[in-house]
């Protein structure tokens, strides 16, 4: 009796595949849209639209169909992350002149990755349950056009399938110039940036994430870690130009040269505790010593002034976690009647 031959296989140096770790990745409210279309004859379609097909209401089975492959998507798809899902629609619309029938799949989720497999997912098993309650009348249906309308949240903010979408979907989309019509300002602390040693990194960045929201640019200044200057600055900008939000970048670490914290507290007519705890707690995202960083932001008259780390590295992370709320921010508190 021959031995069993033994299959040898070569030691892999490299997975073939891997699931992409998230846990530095902050975790932000993240909604996608998919949708798809299925189409039939002018039968089968009228049978859906009166509820006469032998299996029942098609589209509420639909509808309980996508929900539940939504739910599914890490079952089905290997490198898909397990998320806790927070809500998921379906909303099936009837064409009649062309005998289609579009469904569209929300899904929503506070988490660290996006939710666009779990929108297509729910709107794939929606359309083939319809075919499957269908098929007996129509043989012939065809499935098309499926593809991911939107997806918010994450570094890439919002992003909009460059086809175009509906109407009635981008009226519901935040606005992504959420500083439209605000005033800004920018300064930098800096010794070394000061005196022309190396070149101002964080300040460039603050100005085109702020323009980008919407906002005018007032001043960007570059200044060392000087205490007086420091003040007279701040102080000057908020009451000669009386910018809605100014950013101080640099200076909130440990050291004896990282004074801007203390100087802000001393010009404030009120420190916001809060913004600086919100900044530190999102920070530890990205690193262990977040807590280091003493961040912070008061109000010097009628402008809001916020105290970053000076990284343009820290200062982008720091933007992506103010960025959701802070147009709302600034509007609540014009609305506490500060004068200007």
Same mark, same amino acid.
């Given at each position: 009796m021959k031995p069993k031959q033994v299959i040898e296989f070569p030691l892999a140096t490299e997975p073939n595949f891997k699931m992409i770790d998230v846990g530095r990745k902050r975790t932000t409210r993240r909604r996608a849209i998919a949708a798809g279309t299925i189409y039939m004859n002018a039968e089968a379609f009228e049978k859906? /639209? *009166?509820? =006469?097909?032998? @299996?029942?209401?098609?589209?509420?089975?639909?509808?309980?169909?996508?929900?539940?492959?939504?739910?599914?998507?890490?079952?089905?798809?290997?490198?898909?992350?397990?998320?806790?899902?927070? =809500?998921? *629609?379906?909303?099936?619309?009837?064409?009649?002149?062309?005998?289609?029938i579009t469904v569209y799949c929300q899904a929503a989720a506070l988490a660290k990755t996006g939710v666009e497999m779990e929108a297509l997912a729910g709107a794939n098993a929606a359309l083939l349950t319809i075919w499957d309650l269908t098929k007996g009348t129509d043989p012939a249906l065809k499935i098309g056009e499926v593809k991911l309308l939107v997806k918010t949240g994450g570094k890439s903010g919002v992003w909009i399938n460059p086809e175009g979408i509906p109407d009635w979907l981008g009226a519901q989309l935040p606005d992504p110039q959420s500083l439209k019509g605000k005033k800004a300002a920018v300064l930098v602390m800096s010794d070394r940036a000061a005196k022309g040693e190396y070149q101002d990194?964080?300040?460039?960045?603050? *100005?085109?994430?702020?323009?980008? %929201?919407? %906002? @005018?640019?007032?001043?960007?200044?570059?200044?060392?870690?000087?205490?007086?200057?420091? /003040?007279?600055?701040?102080?000057?900008?908020? =009451?000669?130009?009386?910018?809605?939000?100014?950013? %101080?970048?640099?200076? *909130?670490?440990?050291?004896?040269?990282?004074?801007?914290?203390?100087?802000?507290?001393?010009?404030?007519?009120?420190?916001?505790?809060?913004?600086?705890?919100?900044?530190?707690?999102?920070?530890?995202?990205?690193?262990?010593t977040a807590w280091l960083s003493r961040m912070t932001a008061g109000m010097v008259g009628p402008t809001l002034v916020i105290a970053f780390p000076g990284s343009p590295k820290a200062v982008k992370e720091c933007w992506d976690v103010i960025e959701p709320f802070i147009g709302d921010a600034l509007d609540k508190i014009a609305a506490q009647g500060f004068a200007k």
């Open positions: 859906i /639209k *009166t509820g =006469q097909l032998p @299996k029942g209401n098609v589209l509420a089975l639909a509808e309980a169909a996508g929900i539940t492959g939504a739910k599914k998507t890490p079952d089905l798809i290997p490198m898909c992350h397990t998320l806790p899902l927070d =809500q998921v *629609t379906i909303h099936c619309s009837l064409n009649e002149p062309e005998s289609s990194k964080s300040g460039p960045v603050l *100005t085109e994430l702020l323009e980008t %929201a919407g %906002a @005018k640019i007032l001043e960007y200044k570059v200044i060392p870690d000087n205490r007086e200057d420091i /003040k007279d600055k701040i102080s000057a900008i908020c =009451q000669e130009l009386k910018p809605d939000l100014l950013i %101080a970048s640099g200076g *909130t670490g440990p050291g004896p040269r990282d004074i801007t914290p203390d100087i802000l507290e001393e010009i404030s007519d009120r420190i916001l505790e809060g913004l600086g705890d919100l900044l530190r707690t999102e920070s530890l995202n990205f690193t262990d």
